[in-house]
């Protein structure tokens, strides 16, 4: 059973920093894509990053510039780099790993909350 645990959240000013952590019980080389996504009160789970294995990284539009997905097989992790965060980033944000014809594995999520 692979399993996804996040960790890194927590309360933040608006133009600070901080990073979340996805550790994987599999070996993340074997997923195809591993990603972050985030769900705000009332809003539905949107995409914030995805990292493809063969290096092709997908960023939404609201994120650009400002958040960096990275990944280290050797740990089985991966990583998401927030800076210059603002309050409406506020959401708890889940970590998936994606085999393409199978069913995706989530996290159970870490909440990110940015005060203004």
């Known amino acids: 059973q692979v399993q996804l645990v996040e960790s890194g959240g927590g309360l933040v000013q608006a133009g600070g920093s901080l990073r979340l952590s996805c550790a994987i019980s599999g070996r993340i080389s074997s997923f195809n894509v591993m990603g972050w996504y985030r769900q705000a009160p009332g809003k539905q789970r949107e995409l914030v990053a995805n990292?493809?294995?063969?290096?092709?990284?997908n960023y939404a539009d609201s994120v650009k510039g400002r958040f960096t997905i990275s990944r280290d097989n050797a740990k089985n992790s991966v990583y998401l780099q927030m800076n210059s965060l603002k309050p409406e980033d506020t959401a708890v944000y889940y970590c998936?790993?994606?085999?393409?014809?199978?069913?995706?594995?989530w996290g159970q999520g870490t909440q990110v909350t940015v005060s203004s």
């Open positions: 998936r790993a994606l085999d393409y014809g199978r069913d995706p594995y």
């Open positions: 990292m493809h294995t063969l290096g092709l990284i």
